[in-house]
Every structure is written in C-alpha cells, then in structure tokens.
C-alpha cells in the first residue's frame, strides 16, 4: 500500500511519503521500493502482524571508519583503560542509571 501520511518529526507535523507493504508485495516491486527510497522514501516491509522492517539506503561513506571516528574511538579506548568509563553489571543495571538521570 503507498499513501501520504504524517509523521512527528521532533515535535512537528511533517508530510511526508512513507510505504508500508507485505513481504510479498515487497518481493513482487523490489525495484520500485527501492527507487522510492532513493527518493528519499520511507519504505516499511511488513512479515507476519507482529514484525516490521526499514530499508535505508547505505552509502560507502556509512560503511568507512573516518579519521575522526577512528579518534573518537581511539579516545574511548584509552578512557576506558583509564578507568574512566561506566561499568554496569548487566543491561538493567544500565538501564536503571539512564532511567535515573
């Protein structure tokens, strides 16, 4: 199904186009799908009534390690050495500290 809808974007109204089809639509018009999400389309797979997939385009700039990334992580590294780094000791840990700020 294609059709105009209205998302929240950061607490505005936006129109934009999104498309919400099956696993078997989708593989009926791959190349339509993707040629919409090069549009700048959302583009939404539907499998089964509980699960839902995006396509996103993924350009080779996505995919490289920048030098300022590659610093970035560099200085977590090191920070992380240091000591200086949070330790949970489990996913609930963690999310009870972020719930907590």
Same mark, same amino acid.
């Given at each position: 199904m294609w059709g105009q809808i209205y998302c929240l974007t950061l607490g505005r109204f936006k129109e934009t186009t999104?498309?919400?089809l099956t696993?078997?639509?989708f593989r009926k018009n791959m190349a339509n799908s993707f040629?919409?999400?090069?549009a700048g389309e959302h583009v939404f797979i539907n499998r089964g009534s509980k699960k839902m997939y995006a396509i996103i385009a993924v350009s080779d700039d996505d995919l490289a390690i920048t030098p300022a990334l590659a610093a970035k992580m560099e200085q977590a590294r090191r920070e992380y050495r240091e000591g200086k780094a949070? *330790?949970?000791e489990s996913a609930s840990a963690?999310? *009870?500290w972020m719930d907590e700020l």
């Open positions: 999104m498309t919400s696993f078997t639509d040629d919409r999400v090069d949070l *330790k949970f963690a999310q *009870k």
